[in-house]
């Protein structure tokens, strides 16, 4: 998230934008990555469950990850030309839900969005907090097509380690008490 932990409004949506699937793209995405034969031959996926060519769930995701990413720069760049600092994100430490529940077919037009549903400060990480988020995609029917939950780290604008704590981030730099502590972790 380009925002500061600090700015983060639960349940906010953030529309990512949208994505036409072509046939072809499918097909070379399933090649690649996912080659299984209902995202890669017409003519046997039309005998599959799913009556035709369907995308692989990770195009799916792969996708909507990637128009997340586009739509947070976007919104970095938006802020420093306001004048504003943008928050620091960092990396995610996993996730907890991932769903398909209706094949995306070659010509679905599939929208996107981002929702931070809850955040709370770090345990192991002074300075940071996790924020709780969810990717959800609808076909051009209304029909949800893909879920993900995930947490993502944003970094506290306005954090001040205590004195315990730069006393202890000061004594884990030197050799002798860092290896230590190091072992006995």
């Not at 036409?20 to 097909?27: A, L």
């Not at 990850?65 to 943008?86: C, S, T």
């Not at 959800?136 to 209304?142: E, L, M």
């Given at each position: 998230m380009t925002r500061w932990y600090e700015n983060i409004v639960l349940d906010e949506v953030f529309d990512l934008g949208q994505h036409t699937f072509g046939q072809?793209?499918?097909?070379?995405?399933?090649?690649a990555y996912d080659p299984q034969y209902f995202h890669l031959?017409?003519?046997?996926?039309?005998?599959?469950?799913?009556?035709?060519?369907?995308?692989?769930?990770?195009?799916?995701?792969?996708?909507?990850?990637?128009?997340?990413?586009?739509?947070?720069?976007?919104?970095?760049?938006?802020l420093r030309a306001q004048g504003e600092e943008p928050g620091v994100s960092g990396p995610s430490p996993g996730g907890s839900k991932i769903?398909?529940?209706?094949?995306?077919?070659?010509?679905?037009?599939?929208r996107y969005a981002l929702t931070v549903y809850d955040k709370r400060l770090s345990n192991s990480l002074p300075g940071?907090?996790?924020?709780?988020?969810?990717?959800?995609?609808w076909n051009q029917h209304g029909k949800p097509v893909y879920l993900s939950e995930f947490v993502g780290f944003s970094k506290l604008r306005d954090y001040r380690p205590t004195l315990g704590t730069r006393v202890l981030l000061a004594l884990i730099k030197l050799p002798l008490i860092g290896g230590?502590?190091?072992?006995?972790?």
């Amino acid at each position: 998230m380009t925002r500061w932990y600090e700015n983060i409004v639960l349940d906010e949506v953030f529309d990512l934008g949208q994505h036409t699937f072509g046939q072809n793209e499918i097909i070379r995405f399933a090649q690649a990555y996912d080659p299984q034969y209902f995202h890669l031959d017409p003519s046997l996926a039309t005998h599959s469950h799913f009556g035709g060519i369907v995308a692989s769930g990770w195009h799916t995701a792969a996708v909507g990850h990637g128009k997340m990413v586009d739509a947070l720069e976007a919104e970095e760049a938006k802020l420093r030309a306001q004048g504003e600092e943008p928050g620091v994100s960092g990396p995610s430490p996993g996730g907890s839900k991932i769903e398909f529940p209706a094949p995306v077919r070659p010509g679905d037009t599939i929208r996107y969005a981002l929702t931070v549903y809850d955040k709370r400060l770090s345990n192991s990480l002074p300075g940071w907090g996790l924020l709780f988020n969810r990717i959800t995609a609808w076909n051009q029917h209304g029909k949800p097509v893909y879920l993900s939950e995930f947490v993502g780290f944003s970094k506290l604008r306005d954090y001040r380690p205590t004195l315990g704590t730069r006393v202890l981030l000061a004594l884990i730099k030197l050799p002798l008490i860092g290896g230590w502590l190091k072992r006995r972790a």
